[in-house]
C-alpha cells in the first residue's frame, strides 16, 4: 500500500529525470571508443561501459561504507531524491539503493515503503524502457549494439 503523498512528490520528479537518463545513455553510446589500444596481441577498448561502471562502483559505496549509509537526508528532500533516483535508473538501470536512501526518512510504515518504491520502480523503468524503445524502432540501438553495449 503506496503512500500517495509521498509517491507522487517523489514519482513525477523520478518520471522526468529517468526520461533524461536514459536519453543521455543512448547518446552516450554513439560515441565512439574513448581509446583503443593493443595487449599481448589482442585489440581492447574503452567504451562508455567504462562510465557505467564507475557509476555503479560509486553507489555501491553506499551499502559498502556505513558513514554513507547513515547520512541524513530529510523528507524535504524527497522530491530531489527523486529526480536522482530517477536519472541514475534512466542511465544506468541502477536506482533502488538511491531510491531506498530517500524514502526510509520518509516517515513510511513498512507497506508504504515497499509499496511507494515499487509504485516509482514501475514508473521508472516504464519511462525508460520506453526511450530505449524508440531508440530501437528509430534505429540508434543498431549503433549501440555495434558499439559493444546492450540496453536491452
Avoid at 41 to 55: D, H, N, Q, V, Y
Wanted: no cysteine; glycine share 12%.
Amino acid at each position: 500500500m503506496a503512500n500517495w503523498r509521498v509517491t507522487v512528490k517523489f514519482t513525477i520528479p523520478a518520471f522526468v529525470s529517468s526520461v533524461l537518463g536514459a536519453m543521455l545513455l543512448i547518446r552516450l553510446g554513439q560515441i565512439p571508443a574513448i581509446y583503443e589500444y593493443e595487449l599481448f596481441g589482442k585489440p581492447f577498448r574503452i567504451e562508455i561501459r567504462l562510465t557505467m561502471g564507475i557509476i555503479i562502483a560509486f553507489f555501491s559505496l553506499f551499502d559498502l561504507l556505513p558513514r554513507l549509509s547513515k547520512l541524513n537526508r530529510p523528507s524535504r528532500y524527497i522530491p530531489l531524491g527523486g529526480a536522482v533516483s530517477g536519472f541514475f535508473g534512466g542511465l544506468s538501470g541502477m536506482q533502488g539503493a538511491l531510491r531506498s536512501m530517500f524514502l526510509i526518512r520518509a516517515g513510511l510504515s513498512k507497506e508504504q515503503f515497499i509499496g511507494t518504491g515499487v509504485v516509482s520502480a514501475v514508473i521508472v523503468d516504464i519511462s525508460r524502457l520506453a526511450v530505449y524503445g524508440t531508440a530501437l524502432v528509430s534505429g540508434r540501438v543498431t549503433k549501440l549494439r555495434e558499439a559493444g553495449i546492450s540496453i536491452l
